[in-house]
């Protein structure tokens, strides 16, 4: 197989109509009209659901993303038992580099934890280009997956070159990211190289998951929130808008997600995204003043609204609905702010997904 960008598929800009097209997710991505507002979690599947934690007893995270069967059944339950309108990839942002040579875990309760982290150009070195052969488990768990699935789509995501370089050059989580700013800031050169090889790797792992099957993609740059939009702007912003043009031609939705981006929004729209996800702390209004026309919003709900009572839960919900509404149209995809926590109820999540279908039915 040569490179997954010079397939035919990729050149024309024309993919077969797979099963899920005619799906309220992907209707309400292009902006047509649509019977109800889609919704689905980030971080729906997971450790709030009892048969996740059941399936992944005794089975290291990174493991349990290397194993398609079991990425399969995981992927699958929250569509299950929720009724969303879209299933989004069990996998992990980290695992393109982990298959691009890098010494990584994930640590609960800590998150992707580098054994050796990246600080100078001979670091650099250990950071390899991502071959499409490289995964062959994505390959055949979307395969599975989409087979399986039928008219509902599935999301493919990866990690956006700024939050991967602060897992890379941090080591782990961060509340301040000083390892990462000190590069950005202080040896500029070496960081534009840092995020290029990112974007590549990024791009990669994203068109692996699209020739396989998956429908949409969301581009997760969670952590960029703490940087400034013109540092964004200038340090970020290249290379992510590197990655959707790498996708481009494939003609999927793409979405765009951080965490803390109120004044980012702009940027990450014009970074190439068709969707432009909003964390609980910007209305939706003002998240399309600032976000401008021709692109549609994901959101936006506190996810701890989850833990008030149901009546809380729907009035604040149909806030979120009601303020879509306003602003016209079908390009709204409803969402929380963030992802799902583990001590969430996942019959709270039930009742939003059923309550969100009725009170947006049209
Ligand atoms: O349902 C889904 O959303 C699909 C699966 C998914 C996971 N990680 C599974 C996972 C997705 C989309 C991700 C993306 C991801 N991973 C992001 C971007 C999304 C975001 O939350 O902003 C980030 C920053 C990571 C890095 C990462 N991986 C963190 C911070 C953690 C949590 C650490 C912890 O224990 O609290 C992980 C581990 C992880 N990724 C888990 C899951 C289900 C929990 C691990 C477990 O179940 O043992």
Redesign the pocket.
């Known amino acids: 197989m040569g490179p997954v960008s010079e397939t035919p598929a990729a050149q024309s800009g024309q993919r077969p109509r797979g099963a899920a097209y005619d799906s309220v997710f992907l209707r309400a991505a292009r902006n047509e009209p649509v019977p109800h507002t889609p919704v689905w979690?980030?971080?729906?599947?997971?450790?709030s659901l009892p048969e996740?934690l059941k399936v992944?007893e005794g089975i290291p995270?990174l493991d349990a993303c290397m194993r398609p069967d079991l990425v399969k059944e995981i992927?699958l339950q929250?569509v299950r038992r929720h009724g969303v309108d879209a299933a989004?990839?069990?996998?992990?942002?980290?695992v393109p580099l982990k298959a691009a040579g890098i010494d990584v875990e994930?640590?609960?309760?800590?998150?992707?934890v580098i054994a050796d982290p990246i600080r100078t150009r001979a670091d650099l070195r250990r950071l390899r280009p991502l071959e499409p052969g490289d995964m062959p488990y994505i390959t055949e768990a979307v395969g599975l997956l989409v087979a399986e699935l039928g008219a509902t789509p599935l999301i493919g995501?990866a990690?956006a070159p700024f939050?991967l370089a602060s897992?890379l050059v941090e080591g782990g989580?961060s509340r301040s990211y000083e390892n990462t700013k000190a590069m950005m800031y202080g040896e500029p050169e070496l960081w534009a190289d840092l995020v290029a090889r990112l974007a590549r790797i990024t791009s990669t792992f994203l068109k692996i998951q699209i020739e396989a099957g998956a429908s949409a993609v969301q581009l997760?740059d969670?952590?960029a929130g703490a940087l400034a939009p013109e540092e964004y702007r200038r340090s970020v912003l290249p290379a992510s808008t590197e990655v959707f043009d790498a996708v481009a031609p494939y003609g999927v939705p793409r979405i765009h997600?951080g965490?803390n981006t109120g004044e980012l929004l702009g940027l990450m729209g014009q970074a190439g995204a068709d969707i432009v996800g909003v964390d609980w702390r910007v209305p939706l209004d003002e998240a399309a003043r600032r976000v401008g026309p021709g692109k549609g919003l994901q959101g936006n709900l506190d996810p701890a609204v989850l833990y008030a009572p149901t009546h809380v839960v729907e009035a604040k919900a149909r806030e979120v609905l009601d303020a879509a509404k306003a602003l016209g149209g079908s390009h709204h995809i409803f969402n929380l702010g963030?992802?799902?926590m583990?001590t969430m109820d996942p019959d709270a999540l039930t009742r939003l997904t059923a309550f969100v279908h009725e009170a947006s039915a049209r």
Do not use: L, N
């Open positions: 979690f980030m971080r729906q599947a997971g450790r996740y992944r995270m992927t929250p989004i990839f069990f996998s992990d942002i980290v994930i640590k609960g309760g800590v998150g992707p995501f990690g939050t897992y989580p997760f969670s952590w997600f965490v963030h992802g799902v583990p």
